[in-house]
Nanobody, 122 residues
Framework: QVQLVESGGGLVQAGGSLRLSCAAS????????TGWYRQAPGKRRELVAG???????NYADPVKGRFTISKDNVKNTVYLQMNSLKPEDTAVYYC????????????????WGQGTQVTVSS
């Protein structure tokens, strides 16, 4: 049983900042990669930023230079620092993690959080 819990969403004005957190808990042996996705109404879920266990990161073009993903391996927590927010960033943000279960070694499975709403006003 693995749970991902997002927090930090809210309402901000354009140009403002927000920091999202995603804490993973449960029968986790290791995490291969984690990332943030977002989904706006009527649109498909899209990758925002990802980070591997080694710390390598990647970002979607619309957020490059504005968002920063980071993680704390000890806490099994991944963060998304969002700066210079735009109304176009408004969406539900989901945390994702590829998790190797403690009792099921050798296989990584994706787990998702419930999402946190980010709304950016103009």
């Amino acid at each position: 049983q693995v749970q991902l819990v997002e927090s930090g969403g809210g309402l901000v004005q354009a140009g403002g900042s927000l920091r999202l957190s995603c804490a993973a808990s449960g029968s986790i042996f290791s995490i291969k990669a984690t990332g943030w996705y977002r989904q706006a109404p009527g649109k498909r879920r899209e990758l925002v930023a990802g980070i591997t266990n080694d710390g390598n990161t990647n970002y979607a073009d619309p957020v490059k230079g504005r968002f920063t993903i980071s993680k704390d391996n000890v806490k099994n927590t991944v963060y998304l620092q969002m700066n210079s927010l735009k109304p176009e960033d408004t969406a539900v943000y989901y945390c994702n993690a590829d998790v190797e279960l403690a009792y099921w070694r050798g296989t990584y499975r994706p787990y998702w959080g419930q999402g946190t709403q980010v709304t950016v006003s103009s």
